[in-house]
């Protein structure tokens, strides 16, 4: 089964940008749907959008586009998904996560990302 | 694409059962079979627990089952154990390759 290791925490300023990596090893990237789901402090799951490497187009919520941008380097099996214009509401933590059969499994272990001054 | 609707807290003691809701739209639940549950414990990674509705990957406990009945979904957990203990996100295909989840519920075993 496929294993997924995200880059590490990271504290931004307002405004900025962060770029999250999701590595994944132990199966070929193309044969799985790639996902960000954030959960801010105290909150539920929330779904940020997705990719299937092999097809290229990633998906998003509608909340999120034009500010995240997901993407997909299958030499190094990895899976980026960057998000601009940072507030502090983005203040959360990023997993990554592969789809398949309409499960999300497994996952990453996760990226706390604080936005602050 | 609005978030599905769970209760925020739901109780029990140990050896009872318990049913969380997940409620969303004819756009989601109600017109897919792709409804998934995820346990997940304070400061961890989410675990997948049931998948297409009232599907348990080998591992978890047969204490666990899903339903769905028009656009509302359910998880049960019989047998309440304290270990159960923990947030349960609902998470729904809402058409093309979008997602969406629950505001998540949190269970207290008493």
């Known amino acids: 089964q496929v294993h997924l290791l995200q880059s590490g925490a990271a504290v931004k300023n307002p405004g900025s940008s962060v770029k999250v990596s999701c590595k994944a090893s132990g199966g070929t990237l193309s044969n799985y749907a790639f996902n960000w789901v954030r959960q801010a402090p105290g909150q539920g799951l929330e779904w940020m959008g997705g990719i299937i490497p092999i097809f290229g187009t990633p998906n998003h919520a509608q909340r999120f586009q034009g500010r995240v941008t997901i993407s997909a380097d299958e030499s190094t099996s990895t899976v980026y998904m960057e998000v601009s214009n940072l507030r502090s509401e983005d203040t959360a933590v990023y997993y990554c996560?592969?789809?398949?059969?309409?499960?999300?499994?497994?996952w990453g272990q996760g990226t706390p990302v604080t936005v602050s001054s | 694409q609005s978030a599905l609707t769970q209760p925020a807290s739901v109780s029990g003691s140990p050896g009872q059962s318990i049913t969380i809701s997940c409620t969303g739209t004819s756009s989601d639940v109600g017109s897919y079979n792709l409804v998934s549950w995820y346990q997940q414990h304070p400061g961890k990674v989410p675990k997948l627990i049931i998948y297409d509705v009232s599907q348990r990957p080998s591992g978890v406990s047969n204490r666990f089952s899903g339903s769905k009945s028009g656009n509302t979904a359910s998880l049960t957990i019989s047998g309440l154990q304290v270990e159960d203990e923990a947030d349960y996100h609902c998470?729904?295909?809402?058409?093309?390759?979008?997602?969406?989840f629950g505001g998540g519920t949190r269970l207290t075993v008493l």
């Open positions: 998470c729904s295909y809402a058409s093309s390759n979008i997602w969406v």
């Open positions: 996560a592969t789809e398949g059969e309409g499960r999300f499994d497994p």
